[in-house]
């Protein structure tokens, strides 16, 4: 395993007091002036204006009436794309004040993996808590080294088996199963008790994605698609392209083909009822907009912080021609600004509909100007951009997701006997996102870390990516 930075450090505990914070109840939208909150072992012990401080070592910050808000999670990302990720990942996100990832696909051993969340738990290594989903199952060869394939309803049904008796938090769905294979394979997570999440197959339409009882769909793009007349039709074509295996060129043409479909097909009475539907079946959507940034060439600039902070091999990576920007076709590029405009006009409709959102960004070294901590932000920002409030988009980053996953000890709020995951800010985040940029402290499972520290962080980082 890599080796982590603050790894070392001594896990000795003393209490934590934060004092004089505002606190943000994010789901109701209001601020608790005057207040104080107690930390002890990774858990907060007492929240109020008065606290009864039991005797014993203690760490007290004054926070001047800054205002917290709950850790934020980032709902898809992949720290485990390089050997080396996460020593970076994991300082980037608690900086940028996400204390919570959901890792949606790995290329390393999941033993390794699960290591790692055990030492972070242990507070043995210093990052975000870890929710380990990427248990991908794809089609044969697989989109990505490593997938778990199903070509059968009966290979499905036994590679469920083997990711239940692993450990994962879920079943993730891939892009190219087939459809009896997708069915038998939320059949199978059903029977395990295993959640199903992750793409709805391209071979598969979203009515059957609720119909067979998928509960987290990862990105966008379906759901403007379900929106179009056409989309039976385009999963109809797709299929029948894979069941007489015709060539790679001719499948991926099938897809690039849809953006332009959709666009003029969209329809907004079909959108409404697709989106009833999502909400009746409490699907939920990670819907990574962020992601669009790459393919429309909204990359920062080479000397930008956040691009100093990533290993230059990283960087190296990115600048060279992608396979992903090479098999869009140049009609698919000029179509991107109308996509885009599109997918976020339906994703405000789903948002006003009730469609439940898990704010994320897939972040990982594999996507280039994808960035771990800093996309989740830009994410945030963008759903703003769509018509959200900020108490809505943040809403979806800390509230949502602690919920969806069944946390037993986190629930998006600033309690008693919740994890101490939280963010304290210089301004009022339901105001303005902006705040974010820029923590005046974090707390990661109990552990504060001031300015002076996430400072010291970020030059670490530069130091390390230079
Ligand atoms: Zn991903």
């Known amino acids: 395993m890599a080796t982590l930075p603050f790894g070392s450090q001594a896990t000795a505990q003393s209490m934590v007091l934060l004092e004089d914070v505002a606190i943000v109840d994010v789901e109701a939208g209001t601020v608790t002036p005057g ?49 080396a990720e996460p020593a970076t990942a ?18 390393w051993p999941f033993e390794d993996q699960q290591a790692l969340q055990t030492q972070i738990e242990a507070r043995e290594v210093l990052g975000p808590r870890i929710v380990l989903s990427g248990a991908w199952v794809d089609g ?57 999440v992750g793409h709805i197959p391209e ?8 119909e067979v009882g998928q509960a987290g769909m990862e990105h966008f793009g379906r759901i403007p698609m379900a929106c179009s007349t056409r989309e039976a039709e385009m999963v109809e074509a797709l299929s029948e ?10 499948v991926f043409g099938l897809m690039a083909d849809r953006n332009g479909i959709i666009l003029s097909s969209w329809d907004e009475a079909l959108c409404e009822s697709v989106l009833a539907d999502m909400v009746d079946a409490a699907l939920h959507v990670s819907p990574t907009l962020v992601v ?11 000397d930008a912080p956040r691009m100093r902070m990533i290993p230059a091999e990283v960087r190296e990576a990115w600048g060279r021609p992608d396979f992903r920007l090479e098999a869009v076709a140049d009609e698919v590029l000029e179509l991107a600004e109308a996509t885009i405009a ?47 409030t900020p108490q809505e988009a943040l809403y979806t980053a800390t509230v949502a997701p602690p919920r969806f996953f069944g946390l037993p000890d986190q629930d998006g709020t600033i309690t008693q006997g919740q994890r101490a995951d939280m963010v304290l800010l210089e301004a009022n985040p339901l105001a303005d996102l902006a705040t974010l940029r820029r923590p005046m402290a974090v707390v990661a499972n109990g552990r504060l870390l001031d300015r002076v520290t996430l400072d010291a962080m970020e030059a670490d980082l530069i130091a390390r990516g230079e």
């Open 35 to 83: 207040q104080s909150v107690l930390i002890e072992d990774g858990m907060i012990l007492q929240v109020g204006a008065d606290l009864t401080i039991p005797t014993g070592p203690l760490e007290t910050f004054d926070s001047d009436a800054g205002y917290l808000i709950p850790g934020l999670w980032d709902s898809h990302v992949h720290i485990f794309s390089s050997p």
């Open 90 to 107: 994991l300082p980037l996100y608690l900086i940028n004040g996400v204390t919570g990832i959901r890792d949606m696909g790995a290329l």
């Open 140 to 196: 044969s060869p697989g989109s990505w080294p490593g997938m778990f394939l199903a070509d059968t309803p009966g290979q499905a049904a036994e590679v469920v088996g083997q990711i239940a008796s692993e450990g994962w938090d879920a079943v993730k769905a891939y892009s190219m199963l087939s459809e009896p294979t997708y069915r038998s394979l939320a059949e199978a997570a059903a029977e395990a008790g295993l959640p199903l």
């Open 203 to 210: 071979q598969v339409t979203l009515a059957t994605a609720i």
């Open 241 to 250: 392209a894979m069941a007489r295996n015709a060539d790679l060129d001719e």
């Open 292 to 302: 669009a940034d790459f393919y429309i060439g909204n990359w920062p600039a080479p």
């Open 342 to 388: 599109l997918d976020r006009q339906t994703f405000a409709m789903a948002h006003a509909a009730g469609v439940p959102i898990l704010a994320a960004s897939d972040a990982s070294f594999a996507n280039p100007y994808l960035f771990h901590g800093f996309s989740l932000l830009d994410e945030l920002d963008i759903y703003v951009d769509a018509g959200l």
